[in-house]
């Protein structure tokens, strides 16, 4: 499979397959991008980046017609999948068709400066693994691999600005909105990062968890452990429930029928419970770990465990081991991150100790409070 492959689902979904990382040949990783139809309406869930996706889904959105309404739905603002979100601008101008947009309200700021965004991910790990060049030079090499960058349209708009709705997946009771009387429901899950949504389409009973199921533990500083293991348990819960039978995601270049995306998210959340107790082992009792060390080993485990990921590298590696002491509530005990990390004594003060001195002063305190407001009643004319 090759950069801009269409896999068809069925009659009305299709996959444009992106393609991987490759850091030393300047190739940028491109997320996939899914298309439904429903009636007149294409759903486009998500743009990828480089002018040769661009052509692909041009292509694509050809196979899947006719349709007089496009629904563009960012799952998050990650710049390998938002680098080509005008094309619908570009498709109402050629086919007099009406457009929208939806992103994340959380993911907003990072479409808009990719580089303090990415800046602020590897200034995490400067000091505790090798880097190239400076955090915000090696950001600045990241963020020029995706081009061209056009993350916004005439009709961008957050998914936040309509109504928050309930949505019902079996016994599952989730948040987020739903499209064409609910066959593409968007689910709030908010794990790989801060505004992140997962689809799924009700009459092809797809998911499409994008980058949730990149690997078993988070790698960004606005992502969330427990609620990616979470979106994790509810495409498991829907698989189960045979809601969904067809699982596709943002950077595994195939479509998973049920057998094969249950083990998978079954092999995910096993991985993410051995990382977070070989962690927990690891750090121990001690009062301060050496995040350079605990990196290395957490890197063994992680080879151990097999884990891939969507872009495995040192720099992506040190993320997840520094997200892991995060989690055990460790933190540096300087301003940079490769100064030695310590946590916070759980130990229960004595309420007991000094509490004479300080009864005796509030005591003190509430007399003279009472005396005063004695006086001021005293001095005070009597009412009619």
């Not at 800046?119 to 995490?124: A, E, L, R, V, Y």
């Not at 066959?183 to 499409?208: E, F, N, P, T, Y």
């Not at 509810?234 to 595994?252: F, K, N, P, R």
């Not at 993320?319 to 030695?340: D, F, I, V, Y």
């Amino acid at each position: 499979m090759a950069l801009g492959d269409i896999l068809e689902i069925d009659d009305r979904t299709l996959l444009v397959l992106g393609q991987p990382l490759v850091f030393d040949k300047g190739q940028p990783d491109v997320a996939n991008a899914l298309l439904h139809r429903v009636d007149d309406t294409l759903f486009l869930v998500d743009t990828g980046v480089t002018e040769a996706f661009r052509k692909a889904l041009l292509t694509a959105v050809d196979r899947l017609g006719p349709w007089q309404h496009l629904v563009l739905l960012t799952t998050h603002g990650h710049v390998d999948h938002i680098g080509n979100n005008d094309l619908i601008d570009q498709l109402a101008a050629e086919r007099n068709v009406k457009v929208e947009h939806f992103l994340p309200a959380l993911d907003a700021q990072q479409m808009i400066d990719p580089l303090a965004y990415w800046s602020s991910n590897f200034d995490q790990v400067g000091g505790v693994v090798p880097l190239p060049a400076p955090p915000k030079l090696v950001a600045s090499k990241v963020v020029s691999l995706f081009t061209p960058m056009r993350p916004f349209g005439r009709t961008s708009r957050s998914y936040e600005e309509l109504p928050l709705e309930r949505i019902s997946i079996g016994t599952l009771r989730l948040t987020g909105w739903t499209f064409a009387d609910g066959a593409v429901r968007v689910v709030r899950s908010q794990g790989h990062c801060a505004g992140h949504v997962i689809v799924q389409l009700r009459d092809s009973k797809l998911l499409h968890l994008s980058d949730e199921a990149n690997g078993p533990c988070v790698v960004m500083n606005d992502a969330d452990q427990v609620k990616q293991t979470s979106a994790l348990g509810a495409g498991l819960t829907m698989l189960e429930e045979q809601q969904v039978t067809v699982v596709t995601d943002g950077h595994s270049f195939v479509v998973q029928q049920a057998p094969e995306a249950r083990e998978r998210l079954n092999d995910l959340l096993d991985q993410a419970v051995s990382l977070h107790d070989q962690s927990s082992t690891a750090a121990g009792r001690r009062s301060t770990i050496d995040p350079g060390a605990f990196e290395q080993d957490y890197g063994k485990q992680l080879t151990r465990l097999g884990v891939g990921g969507a872009n495995p590298n040192p720099a992506f590696t040190a993320m997840m081991a520094l997200n892991a002491l995060k989690e055990l509530c460790w933190s540096p005990s300087g301003r940079a991150t490769s100064s030695p990390w310590e946590r916070p004594a759980l130990v229960a003060r004595d309420a007991s100790v000094g509490a004479p001195r300080r009864l005796i002063k509030l005591v003190g305190t509430a007399v003279s409070f009472g005396a005063w407001r004695l006086r001021g009643r005293a001095k005070s004319p009597k009412q009619p």
